[in-house]
């Protein structure tokens, strides 16, 4: 539904946005992830037609944003960065410029215009101006703004920023309830929100794609991904040259009585670990295997310091 | 999943019912107004004459548009960049043509208007037994309001040169000031003086006043509009050139 081909963005001599590539299939709730300044606003910028493509182009639902920008622009919904919504209108009444600029008018719009505000809980403050709202409620203004014409594609760009955790679980409910209609983008930096709703993340650092996969698969790339953490009574003895003779073992770390051990790569380490125990007829207090850690290859994916740096 | 029916309209539309649900818009109308209203009859002494003469009235129209057109332009571009809401307009499926043409003629149907308003004046003219002359009064209106436009094409341009609508307020009274004034016949006469006269006939030809001139002898010439619209049409094609560099910058 969406496909972009190395899409490079300069301003003046800063190289934001560096050959990026990637498609989001319907269905597809893609996590766009960097640090701050790495480019993804820009990307979504040049997607919505906001900016221009230093080069490279991309094509929403078929329509090229160059060739054919009105008609692309007509299947994406926008969630601007920092939610962008005309203060000096009521909440109605920007609703409804918005669904006449997008050509829904009559009962067409009414019935798009009531869904939206449906789903951004809004009921309770149509007739407000819009300066008079908290933050929270302008994010789901400018929110039902970009769902109120039922696109096919939809980017986000940070959907749940300011929001309280009550909200948050709202949006991404509403998020994944019409995920499977639609290709969407969002970007964000809470990890956990990627883990609760997206099927697919993008890293990007100093504007280059450094990542793209499941929230998963990125996961088993972490060192954390399939380590054994395990926690032995006081009078055990060191046990770290033992567990370093383990074929999957690379690397022990010992704190006192607790002993963590990490794969070469996730996979038999448990199994060789508990074997081991047994025939030296060792019993942990505490034995548990670790999941792999998004924040932990997100740092290492877009810091240099990263590749080096131990583990928290 | 269609397009507006007429993208213009509706961004027109919105930004038209932006101004009046601003309490800043009926300020304006009124000090407008009382402005346009003192300068014909506490100056000009409109009244004690007990004239029929339009010509004192419209006299004044050009020098209250020189702040007043500014104070309306300065927020079209300026603001929605200012607060982010440009990436929303211009991400809408619509052409940045299409929503420069429809700010424009908001803001020219609010100084539209705010002209309409005047009408009080002449009306008091018949009021106080004068009988003004109906065909000058319609050249008038109309070359006014035609004056109106063009500047205010120029503080449109102006606003999309900065965030700062002080700045792009500047800008648009300096630029407006020097249009206005090349053409001025005091000024002329002044040029002349020292410089050759193909200079001085150059930088006229550039002034707004002699075809605004034109217009309140009652002489209705499609050159004068033409002149007017060609300095529209130019004004907002830069408008254009600024805004689609800045995505592409
Ligand atoms: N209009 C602009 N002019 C010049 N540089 C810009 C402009 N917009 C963005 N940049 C630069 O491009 C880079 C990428 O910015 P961008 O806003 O895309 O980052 P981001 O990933 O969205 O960051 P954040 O997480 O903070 O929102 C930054 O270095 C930024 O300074
Ligand atoms: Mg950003």
Known sequence: MLEAHSLNKWFDRIHAVKDVSFRVEQGEVLGFLGPN????????????????PSSGTARICGHDILAAPIEARKRIGYLPENAPVYDDMTVLGFLRFIAEARGLSGVAGTTHLRKAVELSHLDGVLNQPIDTLSKGFRQRVCLAQAILHDPPVLI??????????????????MIQSMAATKAIILSTHILEEVEAVCTRVLIIANGSLVANGTPASLKQQSEW???VDMTFPENTGDLTALFKGLASCKRVEKQTQRYLLFPHAPGRLPQETTALLSAHHLSPLAFSVTEGRLDEVFRTLTTP????SKTP | MDTAACPVKTVFKRELRSYFDSPIAYVFLVVFLMLTGFLTFSVSRLYEKGSADPWPFFFWHPWVYLIFVP??????WAEERRTGTLELLLTLPFTLTQAIIGKFLAAWAFLGIAL????????????????????????????????????LAIGTWTSTLSRNQVVSFVLAVMLSVFLLLAGWPPITDLLARVAPPLAVRIISAFSFMPHYDSCLRGVLDLRDFAYFASVIVFMLTATHIVLENRKSA
């Open chain 1, 37 to 52: 300044g790495a480019g993804k606003s820009t990307t979504m910028r040049m997607l919505t037609g906001f900016l221009t």
């Open chain 1, 156 to 173: 986000l760009d940070e959907p749940t920023d300011g929001l309280d955790p009550n909200q948050k679980h709202v949006v991404r409910t």
């Open chain 1, 225 to 227: 991904a399939g380590a």
């Open chain 1, 305 to 308: 310091a990263g590749k080096t």
């Open chain 2, 71 to 76: 104070a309306v332009s300065m927020r079209l």
């Open chain 2, 116 to 151: 309409g308003l005047t009408l009080t004046v002449p009306l008091s003219m018949v009021l106080l037994g004068g009988h003004p002359d109906a065909g000058v009064l319609l050249s008038g209106y109309l070359g006014s309001f035609g004056l109106a436009g063009a500047l």
